[in-house]
Nanobody
């Protein structure tokens, strides 16, 4: 079974940094776009940053200049380096990836997969 496994969340003070990681486990043929989303209590899940297979990136305005998304295609892993954290960055962060798989019939399929989420809490 293919899974996205996140790590790196925690409790930090404003101005500090955290690095999130998301690794893919299981048998896959490849990964298209990878992304990080976040969801605070009472709010919808919003895109934080995304990165294409070729390395093109996209960021939410609220994190530009502070967060950096990167990926290691050899390790099927995506990272989110978060600097100068603010209390408003507090949320559950979710990894998302477009995974290319071969199903039981031998057909190639693209599925949208989510990680379980990791809590990031920034105190003032």
């Amino acid at each position: 079974q293919v899974q996205l496994v996140e790590s790196g969340g925690g409790l930090v003070q404003a101005g500090e940094s955290l690095r999130l990681s998301c690794a893919t486990s299981g048998s896959i043929l490849g990964i298209n776009t990878m992304a990080w989303y976040r969801q605070a209590p009472g709010w919808q899940r919003d895109l934080v940053a995304s990165i294409s297979r070729g390395g093109s990136t996209n960021y939410a305005d609220s994190v530009k200049g502070r967060f950096t998304i990167s990926r290691d295609n050899a390790k099927n892993t995506v990272y989110l380096q978060m600097n100068s954290l603010k209390p408003e960055d507090t949320a559950v962060y979710y990894c998302n990836a477009g995974l290319v798989l071969r199903d039981q019939l031998g057909n190639t399929r693209l599925i949208n997969n989510w990680g379980q989420g990791t809590q990031v809490t920034v105190s003032s």
